[in-house]
């Protein structure tokens, strides 16, 4: 494997990365499977999309973001105010954003962001630019989630009862929860778009199984359970991910068998706990 190979492998790990820390917020923050990720990382895609090719870049990123913003919060009010199962809620929600999304893109499947100006035409050094990038994300999340704001989130997790008894507002939490995973999603779909020249209505294909998958191989390498070590964890596993996904193509392995693949890695690492408690009443 070459160098400019093992670099485009770590550039995209990096944007994977944000879609990562999207991800341990609502599943291992909030604790709700959100199925809103494949619709909203698509999302972020087409609007920072559109904004490029009227030549704004770095606007489009931030639109991009508040996009998927919205979408968390379209998903917390049908979970909270509509009382929907969370995981049916987000089901909801990415079937909707499918129709929404190629509005947002004029009904085009695609948009190509061929010479326009992107982010990574401005700065030429796309490697440290995305390491900034995905540093400062998860920085900024470490200092949020050591504020009050960010203790009761994280306490909305742990023990939803709890919580509503110290009179703090869960459904208020959800919200704030719901809509930063969305929109840290959607900025990654945005980089995406920027980073390869174009953006698809079916891009968000996966993600959400992607973004676990990075958090899980991190946490296998950062055993720690602190929230500093778990936001780490999603950006080294989503780049080790992206890694070992480039080593696999390398040796053969066919592009269209790495979302299976990577669907059985989720799988079976999350049943180990309960494998090893059968397995221990077994020898018992």
């Known amino acids: 494997m070459s160098l400019a190979i093992l670099e485009r492998a770590l550039e995209l790990?990096?944007?994977?990365?944000?879609?990562?820390?999207?991800?341990?917020?609502s599943f291992r923050i909030l604790n709700i499977p959100d199925l809103t990720v494949d619709g909203s990382f698509t999302t972020g895609a087409a609007t920072c999309a559109v904004c490029t090719v009227q030549g704004h870049p770095i606007l489009g990123l931030l639109l991009g973001f508040l996009a998927g913003c919205?979408?968390?919060?379209?998903?917390?009010?049908?979970?909270?105010?509509?009382?929907?199962?969370?995981?049916?809620?987000?089901?909801?929600?990415?079937?909707?954003?499918?129709?929404?999304?190629?509005r947002i893109m004029s009904g085009s499947p695609n948009i190509a962001l061929l010479n326009t100006d992107s982010?990574?035409?401005?700065?030429?050094?796309t490697l440290l630019v995305l390491v900034v990038i995905s540093v400062c994300v998860g920085l900024l999340l470490f200092v949020f989630f050591k504020t009050n704001t960010g203790l009761m989130l994280r306490a909305t997790g742990d023990n939803e009862t709890m919580v509503k008894s110290s009179s703090i507002n869960v459904d208020t939490m959800k919200f704030l929860g719901m809509s930063l995973s969305n929109g840290l999603v959607a900025l990654s779909g945005s980089l995406l778009a920027q980073y390869q020249n174009f953006a698809d209505v079916t891009g968000g294909t996966g993600m959400m199984v992607l973004g676990l998958a990075g958090i899980i191989i991190g946490e296998a390498i950062l055993r720690k359970k602190t929230i500093g070590f778990g936001l780490a964890s999603a950006i080294v596993g989503a780049c080790i991910y992206r890694v070992l996904y480039t080593i696999a193509l390398q040796f053969g392995i066919p592009a269209t068998d790495m979302n299976m693949m990577s669907a059985i890695l989720v799988a079976l690492t999350i049943s180990i706990p309960y494998l090893k408690k059968v397995r221990e009443k077994e020898n018992a």
């Not at 982010?119 to 050094?125: E, L």
């Open 13 to 25: 790990g990096l944007i994977f990365s944000i879609l990562s820390l999207g991800v341990y917020i």
């Open 119 to 125: 982010v990574f035409t401005m700065i030429p050094f």
């Open 70 to 102: 919205v979408c968390g919060l379209i998903t917390a009010f049908l979970q909270t105010k509509m009382k929907i199962h969370a995981l049916l809620a987000g089901i909801l929600t990415m079937t909707a954003l499918y129709s929404i999304n190629l």
